[in-house]
């Protein structure tokens, strides 16, 4: 059993910060982001209202119609939460919108994703490696172990379009 996890939330400015960019999807200029963040819609697992999340992208699945996601406050996001008691309403990306299925990576998955992201950004890793031990209150190297450790704290989750078969 997992030991319970600091997990850190982001104060007042950084979410007005972090919301900034769900206006361009409003304002029908999603387009502007590309692919690198999604906005999902989603059912709240109490309430039954929607909301509406920000997320980076940091991948494709192999078919390339797939958008990986990393749970950045855990399995207790709320996003994440909700996610796993009802299906997501939306996801907007770019130009597009479509009705998503989901799936949560598996560790082998989940590890060769984030591996991925980083040599893709390796010029930002240093950063990408701060931001992640700050979420999971532990110093994250980048090893093997440090990466699946990683990624059963911070879940992995891959949307496609439901049409997809």
Known sequence: ????????????????LLRAPTRLYDWRC??????????????GRNSGRRYQTMLEVIGTGPAGNEFLVVAGLGATADWYRNLRATPAVEVA??????????RILNVEEAVAALTDYERRNRLITPVIRRVLSWLVDWRYDGSGPARRRLVRELPIVAFRPAHDG
């Open 1 to 16: 059993m997992m030991a319970a996890m600091n997990r850190h939330r982001p104060g007042r400015t950084a979410r007005t």
């Open 30 to 43: 999603g387009w502007l982001l590309g692919h690198r963040f999604l906005r999902l819609t989603h059912v």
């Open 93 to 102: 990306i770019g130009r597009s919108r479509f009705r998503p299925v989901h």
